[in-house]
């Protein structure tokens, strides 16, 4: 008897589509995606059909060849935002879930029965900044520092910044990198294209196929460019749009972001340069025969439990009971980050490790660097 094989991408419970036999994944409403593909495609087209050869004999053949240097580039970086995993995080197991929920019953005790139970926090010292991981009810686990539930492809993404329909996905701590050069290079590729049109005006003659390429090029240089320049104030904070929107670092929290080098140069490099973490869904995986539905770690380890943030929780000292809320813990955190210095300026805050163990050896880097000072 001849059965199928069944590899995982077919089986994952977010609301995502998968091409390609898995290798391309994208959240499921498209149509905003397809709209930015139009709107580059045919302003581009109008350019190099219009304009580009009479610039290329009057003025410089360099002037096309740049253009499409550019819009080859800034493809490259959509299809890369758009088509890659932005760092989703498996849902736990049913026997995980149960594992964690007895966890968490164990630790509120008997809640009388019409009182509301505690909320599901868990706080951790990082970077000697309290941090509060909360329970997704959805994938049921304890999200990691910077993770968010999204919405619209439900499931959890590591550093989360944002759902953004314009790519057509979400965009997070894998395609964080590809998106900002996208924006980047669509700036440019914007503003190189308005110039050359206006040229063109002025040399040649009015045409009105030239007035729509200014017009659309008008609109987006506003849009782009000022998001653009929104990125690169947030990594020049190491932030993500998610934090900076939630006030995550900001003053009222009396937080501060833990993530941040307090150095423009080495946050702009540890977002951009930094290493790009491998995919924790095996999305191309073969599932196993008797394996449960919401199997999606890629982790060998996994198939015992796969979320790492619980078993750190009841390993390391970095857990800082739930009864401390961080307002109560903040004085004594605070006495110690004055007795001692700072971390290490040099030492990333971010693991270079694989993602599955970085809430792990985020929270032990932590430990590591109390002890130390
Ligand atoms: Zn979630
Ligand atoms: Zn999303």
Redesign the pocket.
Known sequence: MITRKVRKWEKLPGKNTFCCDGRVMMARQKGVFYLTLFLIIGTCSLFFAFECPYLAVHLSPAIPVFAILLFFFVMAMLLRTSFSDPGVLPRALPEEATFIEMEIEAANGNVPAGQRPPPRIRNVQINNQIVKLKY?Y??K?F?PPRAS?CSICD??VDRFDHHCPWVGNCVGKRNYRYFYLFTLSLSLLTIYIFTFNIVHVVMREFHCLTVLEVLVCFFTLWSVVGLTGFHTYLISLNQTTNEDIKGSWSGKNRVQNPYSHKNIIKNCCEVLCGPIYPSVLDRRGLMQEDSPVSATSAAPSSSSISNPVPQTMKTTAALIPNEHTPEDAKPSVAASAEKSPSPKDGDPPAPKVPPLASPETDVETSIVKDKTH
């Open positions: 997704c959805t994938c686990i999200r539930h499931n959890c």
